[in-house]
């Protein structure tokens, strides 16, 4: 629509521009986008513009148009300018409706001591990003001078004597310890208190089954329950940078960039009734933290499981010089199991079940458009049962899980993830799961994926759905849903639904 307004748009855009020479038509015509600021106001917003306008004219070739010049011209054709607009799609469709050729757009941290910036420069036509930078100046190093260096990399120029005064930029500095320390608090006691409600107690002989382990799981994270993840083909380990990475990877949820919160539910097989919800957010620059709870229980109420999980991991930002960032994370899992009256066939059991577990998992940015991950879990995992109906209590070993992923962004609608079981134990099965999702008309994903064990007798799982996501802001509201098809058993319908925010 906006794109169609051109002819009605390009004449206001010439009411805000001054004279050209006659060379003009050869410049590059660029917009500049108001930069997001913490830690200042319009002032910094002016500053920071006028120090842009500056050194891009310092560069040559441009014609330049800032954001106010830009919104007159919306006003004069009555359009209404993007009130938020931080991702190529939508900076590019600004530029072409003004027949500008380059849109640059970005954000600036101002501490006490240090600025950090980052800045995107994209190519309006092809809606494709040019160049990004992100740096931050050294103690004592001004706005100006970062600002500098940052046009100077945008363009590909380098200058030794400037570049000694920045340093890569992680992002802003983070203060949420306390938040922290009291939701993994509230989290595990939580769990603790539910396994406790659940126990039943017997007098019965403990038998130790630890020695008897056979390689195949029996927990909860044998049920992708996410609606994103699912919908990749339960490939997330990679991409655990958000609230569904609680239930993934522990590893990126330093990667996380602030407070999510995720809702979901799972209708599995006409018979199982899965709920979801977690919490993560960001204790420092370098640690990231999430809070997960996980129900599944079948609709007649004959069993049920209950799963707290507590998260945490440290990125490594510059751990060696050659490296790029990595993280380490660990999950803490309390699990509770229980079954229902044991009135349903003469073989019922009852009785209740009570473990923990960790899983540790590695996240590494490998390129910029590359990330690799590792994940152990159930490293390790043991249940105590207690069968009240044979009056009989033992312990189980959940077996390891050894997995291995990567997610490739191609571009920024683009983005591919892969993954890998790894036998451990000889009944353990080589897994394989992908996935691919495309972002289409600015806020919707549609995805794709499958997954697939060795062996000609195992199933092909092939999974699909759709996400709208929704940027405020600061904030964002996102809706997830997948479906998931298994050639095996065709009509068993396997349906998710998830609504993350970010606040």
């Given at each position: ?143 100006e001078e970062v600002l500098s260096v940052a046009v ?137 933290f999430g809070q997960g709870f996980h129900y599944t ?207």
């Amino acid at each position: 629509m906006m794109s169609k307004k051109i002819l009605l748009i390009v004449p206001g855009l010439f009411l805000i521009v001054p004279a050209q020479n006659e060379m003009a038509g050869l410049k590059t015509r660029i917009g500049i986008l108001n930069p997001e600021v913490s830690g200042g106001g319009e002032k910094l917003v002016t500053e920071a513009v006028t120090h842009l306008t500056k050194y891009i004219s310092e560069v040559g070739g441009y014609d330049i148009y800032t954001q106010d010049g830009m919104e007159k011209a919306f006003e004069e054709i009555k359009q209404r300018f993007p009130k938020y607009c931080r991702e190529p799609r939508c900076v590019s469709a600004v530029g072409s409706a003004l027949q500008l050729d380059r849109m640059l757009y970005g954000s600036i941290d101002k501490g006490e001591k240090t600025c950090g910036v980052r800045f995107t420069l994209v190519d309006v036509q092809s809606k494709q990003i040019i160049e990004k930078v992100s740096i931050e100046g050294a103690a004592g190093v001004g706005l100006e001078e970062v600002l500098s260096v940052a046009v100077s990399r945008l363009h590909g120029h380098v200058d030794n004597d400037l570049d000694t005064a920045v340093n890569r930029y992680f992002g802003k500095q983070v203060h949420n310890e306390k938040e922290f320390y009291i939701s993994a608090g509230v989290c595990i006691v939580a769990g603790f208190l539910v396994a406790i409600l659940n126990n039943e107690s017997i007098d019965g002989e403990k038998m130790d089954y630890s020695n008897n382990l056979s390689g195949v799981g029996t927990s909860h994270n044998l049920i992708p329950v996410c609606a994103r993840p699912t919908a990749l083909g339960n490939a997330y380990i990679a991409a655990s940078d958000d609230a569904y990475g609680v239930f993934y990877n522990p590893a990126g949820l330093s990667w996380a960039a602030g407070r999510e919160v995720v809702f979901g539910y799972q209708y599995r097989y006409a018979m199982l009734n899965n709920f979801i919800a977690s919490y993560v957010n960001k204790a420092t620059r370098e640690i990231g933290f999430g809070q997960g709870f996980h129900y599944t229980g079948d609709v007649d109420n004959l069993y049920s499981e209950v799963t707290f999980i507590s998260g945490a991991s440290y990125k490594f930002n510059e751990l060696l010089p050659f490296l790029r960032p990595i993280s380490v994370g660990m999950n803490f899992k309390i699990m509770s199991k229980k079954t229902g009256s044991g009135s349903v066939g003469l073989d019922a059991q009852k009785g209740s079940g009570f473990g923990i577990g960790i899983d540790l998992g590695v996240q590494l940015e490998l390129t910029e458009k590359i990330l690799g991950a590792i994940l152990f879990e159930n490293l390790p995992s043991f249940i105590k049962y207690n069968n009240v109906t044979e009056n009989t209590e033992y312990v189980e070993f959940e077996p390891v899980e050894f997995l291995l992923g990567g997610q490739f962004q191609a571009n920024y609608e683009t983005f591919l993830i892969a993954e890998f079981n790894i036998p451990l134990y000889r009944e353990q099965l080589w897994r394989g799961k992908a996935g691919i999702e495309r972002v289409i008309f600015r806020v919707m994903r549609i995805r794709i994926g499958t997954e697939k064990s060795e062996g000609l007798d195992t199933p092909w799982k092939v999974t699909g759905g759709v996400g709208v996501h929704i940027p405020m802001e600061s904030k964002f509201f996102t809706l997830d849903g997948s479906y998931e098809y298994n050639t095996f058993n065709p009509f068993s319908n396997v349906l998710n639904f998830s609504f993350r925010f970010g606040f």
